[in-house]
Antibody, heavy 121, light 108 residues
Framework: QVHLQESGPRLVKPSQTLSLTCTVSGDSISSGDYYWTWIRQPPGKGPEWIAY???????YYNPSLMSRITISVDTSKNQFSLKLNSVTAADTAVYFCARDLGGYLGYLDSWGQGSVVTVSS | DIQMTQSPSSLSASVGDTVTITCRAS??????LNWYQQKPGKAPKVLIY???RLQSGVPSRFSGSGSGTDFTLTISSLQPEDFATYFC??????????FGQGTRLDIK
C-alpha cells in the first residue's frame, strides 16, 4: 500500500518561498501513469488543486497559481516537491500531497497526512 | 474553471437517519464526480467515484447518483463514525480538478 508523507517548514515569512517535499513509500513513483499531486486546504474551506507532476516530468499547474509555482520530481529518491514563491497570508493552509489515478473514473486514492503551513512574520 | 456548489453547507442529523447532500456543477461534467469524507485533522478519503461507484471497503450505506450537472450523496442509517465533512470533486476538466466547499455533518 502506497504511503505519502509531506515535509518542510511550517512557518514561512511573507514574500518568501514555501518549499515542501513529498516522500512516497510502498510503491515506486515511476510505476504506473499516476498524477502526483499537491493540494491545499485553507482553514475552514474546501480543497484547492495546486499542481500535478508525472514521473516523466510532465507538469500541470493551477492557472491561478502558475506564475508562483514550481513542481519537480526526483525518481531516485521517490519524492516530488513543491515551491511556491512570494507567499502571503492567503497561502496559509494545510498542504497535502496525494496520488491521482487519472484518466476516466480517476480519483485521489492516497493522501499524505497534511502539512500545516502558516505565512506570518 | 468549473465551479462546484454543495448544499447544504452544514446539517445536523441523528444516528439512524438518512441524509442527502447535493453538488451542482457550473457546466456539464457527465459522471466525472467523486465524493470524499474528511474527519478533523485528517486527509480526505474517497467514498464514491464516477458519480455512483462505491470505493472498495466503503460501507454500502453510502451511495451516489447523478449525471450532467446535478449529483447527490446519500448516507442511509447514519452511524456515529459518519459525522464528518463531505466534499465533491469534479475531474471532467482534468488536470484542472475542482472541489466543492464542503458539507459539515454534525450530530443533532
Amino acid at each position: 500500500q502506497v504511503h505519502l508523507q509531506e515535509s518542510g517548514p511550517r512557518l514561512v515569512k511573507p514574500s518568501q518561498t514555501l518549499s515542501l517535499t513529498c516522500t512516497v513509500s510502498g510503491d515506486s513513483i515511476s510505476s504506473g501513469d499516476y498524477y502526483w499531486t499537491w493540494i491545499r486546504q485553507p482553514p475552514g474551506k474546501g480543497p484547492e488543486w495546486i499542481a500535478y507532476i508525472q514521473h516523466s516530468g510532465t507538469t500541470y499547474y493551477n492557472p491561478s497559481l502558475m506564475s508562483r509555482i514550481t513542481i519537480s520530481v526526483d525518481t531516485s529518491k521517490n519524492q516530488f516537491s513543491l515551491k511556491l514563491n512570494s507567499v502571503t497570508a492567503a497561502d496559509t493552509a494545510v498542504y497535502f500531497c496525494a496520488r491521482d489515478l487519472g484518466g476516466y473514473l480517476g480519483y485521489l486514492d492516497s493522501w499524505g497526512q497534511g502539512s500545516v503551513v502558516t505565512v506570518s512574520s | 474553471d468549473i465551479q462546484m456548489t454543495q448544499s447544504p453547507s452544514s446539517l445536523s442529523a441523528s444516528v439512524g437517519d438518512t441524509v442527502t447532500i447535493t453538488c451542482r456543477a457550473s457546466q456539464t461534467i457527465n459522471d466525472y464526480l467523486n465524493w470524499y469524507q474528511q474527519k478533523p485533522g485528517k486527509a480526505p478519503k474517497v467514498l464514491i467515484y464516477g458519480a455512483s461507484r462505491l470505493q472498495s471497503g466503503v460501507p454500502s450505506r453510502f451511495s451516489g447518483s447523478g449525471s450532467g450537472t446535478d449529483f447527490t450523496l446519500t448516507i442511509s442509517s447514519l452511524q456515529p463514525e459518519d459525522f464528518a465533512t463531505y466534499f465533491c470533486q469534479q475531474t471532467y476538466s482534468t488536470p484542472e480538478i475542482t472541489f466543492g466547499q464542503g458539507t459539515r455533518l454534525d450530530i443533532k
